[in-house]
Nanobody, 128 residues
Framework: QLQLVESGGQLVQAGDSLRLSCVAS????????????VAWFRRAPGKEREFVAA???????SYSDSVTGRFTISRDSAKNAMYLQMNSVKPEEAAVYSC??????????????????WGQGTQVTVSS
């Protein structure tokens, strides 16, 4: 019902800014991208998948403690897109960043098991 494609990952230096994008397509008939909670997760080599930021179906935004104040999640429903603006990126934040979406999710949006739709991921590399 939903396909997600990320872009924007690249090699940056510590302290730089970066914006990741995720575009949704093939939304089921009668459904709008507005009806999906969206989120960003990341996975560094040898580590578990980690929550980064989310917008639930009611529009509430949440962030992991480590990125609060530096990262901003947003969405543009007219473009079926979501974004992650990353400022002051740190070397330890190098990872594969994946976007996720779930139909009308209003709680537990920080948990990856709550999402059925995932992008393939985009690599962010941070040099120190």
């Amino acid at each position: 019902q939903l396909q997600l494609v990320e872009s924007g990952g690249q090699l940056v230096q510590a302290g730089d800014s970066l914006r990741l994008s995720c575009v949704a397509s093939v939304i089921a008939s009668g459904r709008s991208f507005n009806d999906y909670a969206v989120a960003w997760f990341r996975r560094a080599p040898g580590k578990e998948r980690e929550f980064v930021a989310a917008i639930n179906w009611l529009g509430r935004k949440s962030y992991s403690d480590s990125v609060t104040g530096r990262f901003t999640i947003s969405r543009d429903s007219a473009k079926n897109a979501m974004y992650l603006q990353m400022n002051s990126v740190k070397p330890e934040e190098a990872a594969v960043y994946s976007c996720a979406a779930e139909w009308r999710l209003i709680s537990g949006e920080t948990r990856p098991d709550k999402y059925n739709y995932w992008g393939q991921g985009t690599q962010v590399t941070v040099s120190s």
